[in-house]
């Protein structure tokens, strides 16, 4: 075991993040934690390197042991060109080598015990010099520099020039090349193209260490890890296996929790009428039960109601009317921006019902087309045409869609302005925005917020044509999940850019892969793209194209993942059909067929009980309405009077009071 965390525990005030969080992960082992946005996942990272305390607990790293951190955002600030950065990560064993040519230099010169010592310093440095790979640490830089998307060109660049996204990936590529025992990363996917993920994945997989990964990056944790800590309400649970397995086991942990909640509901219901009903019969007994039955209900553990997908974001996406059967034609589609040349002579078509997603690594002009299409930059080249009926509704990464000064409210209200408050306050409620959320503004909200708004505005646009551009960027797992439920049950047609190869899987009917300044048409979903992926790259650029990495060359293992699209074949670009998901039921075993006698015999038994119960209510109705007129009677006079009568009527009372007890306790015994 090389990290531990024991009941960890943390609150910012009242919000209390962390609840005795505790899991451990031994040497080599590569580990996800997730959750929703919030849950406290960068907060446990943070507690675990020190950099935030826990209220409670604690994360022991083991003895002698080397961790490394990237957090989500870098604020890297150095003089040193791009090269010269990596080189500081790589210092120690620079400088060992250093130690090593002087030595070399200065064993030529000396003889005798003074030879002896140095060549035994020069003996010991040299092994721990191959221990450590020191020979190989300029490829190794070159390497990790190339893998995270830098071309050679770009390695004598000051870090000053570099944007955000660049100065993270800098972090990240001098953090593995320092090798720690465990590396711990939060979102290390953020700014990478698909190449660049691929390159991470094959990277940490190899890591001789130990490897703790915060991502919403699905696939990405597929690929690696063989642990998952979900975070849920403070609580940490333990999976073993990959997200996949993660999320099954999930799935049925959570029935057989709601199963439980929802059982012990009933008997508290049960409980609650049981009391009401006892309190009624306004007996001292009768009382006493209910009092007694009231303090084992005050001890019963109650259980909290698991967290649902459902509970999360409402997204209902419906078109307003149907389009034509071709969408959009694109022919001969150019776009350059000065001396960069994006792409020329495209040619695509996308017909209704697909779902089409274009892939491609950063740079190549992905959002670019999307733009085009949107009217939002001119083409240098080319023609497009919209279909008949085809009403566009489009989200944008940047949310430049967004008025920033406007609140959430005033930014439905106003692209709306039929909705009333109630409508308005509704939708923005199935997006998480209740209360005073509403009157925030625009620029004032996190990405993940703004996020949320645009796709409300999508919701309630009613298009027939969806132009999506990073629509799981900033989403949390869960909401992921409800964003591709909804777009694989819309009833129009979609087009997308996405780097997110899990939600690709998901919902992707059709593949366009930009790459080589050509589109190439993949018929079938990201299983069938890495399938392909060889046999189109020859095709389109001929065998030399694939001496480069190669995404399905990455994955030897492809079988873990199932396709959600078998039997698909590559076509011609413009050619497009809609894929059908098909849901094959297993037949149940023989061994779990119902007991249809066992069932009767039960049914048969519960409705007798029902029967006997309301005869017994009946029955101490009557018995209490004969025992209210008798009361009723000794109170007059020529009742009282006669001492027979009076006599026989106290009989009678004691003998229902003598039946009734029977009866309430008979009632009791029924009613469990």
């Known amino acids: 075991m090389i990290l531990s965390c024991n009941r960890i525990c943390k609150a910012f005030g009242s919000d209390e993040i962390l609840k005795n969080a505790s899991f451990h992960i031994e040497e080599h082992e590569k580990a996800a934690i997730v959750g929703i946005n919030g849950a406290g996942k960068s907060t446990l990272l943070k507690i675990i390197v020190g950099e935030l305390a826990a209220d409670s607990g604690e994360a022991v790293l083991s003895k002698g042991k080397t961790f490394g951190y990237l957090a989500q955002n870098q604020e890297l600030s150095s003089h040193r060109s791009i090269y010269d950065e990596m080189l500081e990560a790589k210092r120690p064993v620079i400088e060992m080598e250093e130690r090593l040519r002087v030595l070399e230099q200065s064993m030529k010169h000396a003889s005798g015990q003074e030879l002896e010592d140095m060549m035994a310093v020069y003996s010991r440095l040299s092994h721990e010099f191959d221990l450590i790979n020191g020979y190989a640490w300029k490829s190794e830089i070159t390497g990790v520099l190339k893998g995270l998307g830098f071309g050679e060109d770009e390695f004598s660049k000051p870090i000053s020039t570099l944007s955000g996204g660049q100065k993270t990936r800098i972090s990240l590529g001098k953090l593995l090349l320092t090798s720690p025992d465990i590396i711990l990363l939060d979102e290390p996917t953020n700014?990478?193209?698909?190449?660049?993920?691929?390159?991470?994945?094959?990277?940490?997989?190899?890591?001789?260490?130990?490897?703790?990964?915060?991502?919403?990056?699905?696939?990405?944790?597929?690929?690696?890890?063989?642990?998952?800590?979900?975070?849920?309400?403070?609580?940490?649970?333990?999976?073993?296996?990959?997200?996949?397995?993660?999320?099954?086991?999930?799935?049925?942990?959570?029935?057989?929790?709601?199963?439980?909640?929802?059982?012990?509901?009933?008997?508290?219901?049960?409980?609650?009428?049981?009391?009401?009903?006892?309190?009624?019969?306004?007996?001292?007994?009768?009382?006493?039960?209910?009092?007694?039955?009231?303090?084992?209900?005050?001890?019963?553990?109650?259980?909290?109601?698991?967290?649902?997908?459902?509970?999360?974001?409402?997204?209902?996406?419906?078109?307003?009317?149907?389009?034509?059967?071709?969408?959009?034609?694109?022919?001969?589609?150019?776009?350059?921006?000065?001396?960069?040349?994006l792409f020329s002579g495209l040619d695509f078509e996308v017909r209704r019902g697909e779902r089409v997603a274009i892939i491609g690594d950063n740079g190549t002009g992905k959002t670019t087309i999307l733009k085009i299409i949107n009217g939002l930059v001119e083409p240098d080249t080319g023609e497009l045409i919209l279909g008949s009926r085809v009403h566009i509704g489009y989200y944008d990464q940047d949310h430049q869609v967004l008025h920033m000064e406007k609140t959430l409210f005033e930014e439905i209200s106003d692209a709306y302005p039929g909705m009333t408050n109630t409508q308005i306050r509704s939708t923005l409620a199935a997006f998480l925005f209740t209360g005073d959320d509403v009157f925030k503004r625009i620029g004032d909200l996190s990405g993940g917020e703004r996020g949320r708004v645009s796709l409300a505005r999508l919701m309630l646009s009613e298009a027939n044509f969806l132009i999506l551009d990073e629509p799981t960027n900033h989403l949390d797992i869960t909401s992921k999940e409800i964003l591709e439920n909804a777009l694989s049950h819309y009833g129009g047609t979609i087009l997308y850019v996405s780097h997110d190869r899990y939600f690709i899987n998901k919902t992707a009917t059709r593949i366009l892969d930009l790459t080589g300044r050509k589109l190439l048409n993949y018929i079938g979903n990201y299983d069938y793209y890495l399938e392909k992926h060889d046999d189109m790259m020859s095709a389109a650029f001929g065998t030399g194209a694939l001496a480069s990495t190669s995404e399905s060359e990455s994955f030897p293992d492809d079988s873990r993942y199932p396709s959600h699209n078998e039997g698909s074949s590559a076509v011609a670009a413009g050619e497009s059909r809609t894929m059908p998901w098909a849901v094959a039921a297993s037949p149940a075993s023989a061994s779990s067929k119902p007991d249809w006698k066992a069932q009767k015999e039960e049914q048969a038994r519960l409705r007798k009980r029902q029967n006997d119960l309301k005869r017994v209510e009946e029955e101490i109705h009557s018995l209490e309405a004969r025992d209210k007129e008798i009361d009723d009677l000794l109170c007059q006079e020529n009742v009282f009077t006669n001492v027979e009568r009076l006599v026989e009527l106290n009989h009678e009372k004691e003998a229902l009071q003598e039946k009734l007890t029977e009866l309430y306790e008979k009632w009791e015994e029924l009613a469990e």
């Not at 691929?198 to 696939?219: C, K, P, Q």
């Not at 979900?230 to 649970?237: I, T």
């Not at 019969?281 to 009231?294: D, V």
């Not at 001969?332 to 001396?339: E, I, P, Q, R, V």
Request: no cysteine.
């Open 191 to 341: 700014h990478l193209d698909m190449a660049s993920i691929t390159w991470l994945e094959t990277y940490l997989s190899n890591y001789r260490g130990s490897v703790v990964i915060v991502a919403h990056d699905r696939y990405f944790l597929d690929r690696i890890v063989t642990k998952v800590i979900e975070l849920d309400r403070g609580n940490a649970s333990v999976y073993q296996g990959n997200y996949t397995a993660y999320s099954e086991k999930r799935a049925a942990r959570r029935a057989v929790q709601m199963k439980a909640y929802l059982n012990q509901q009933q008997e508290i219901k049960h409980q609650e009428e049981v009391i009401e009903k006892l309190r009624s019969f306004n007996r001292e007994k009768s009382i006493k039960r209910a009092e007694s039955r009231e303090k084992m209900l005050e001890k019963i553990d109650r259980l909290e109601k698991p967290t649902e997908v459902d509970d999360a974001m409402n997204i209902r996406l419906e078109p307003n009317i149907l389009s034509g059967n071709d969408v959009l034609t694109v022919k001969n589609l150019g776009k350059s921006f000065g001396a960069l040349h």
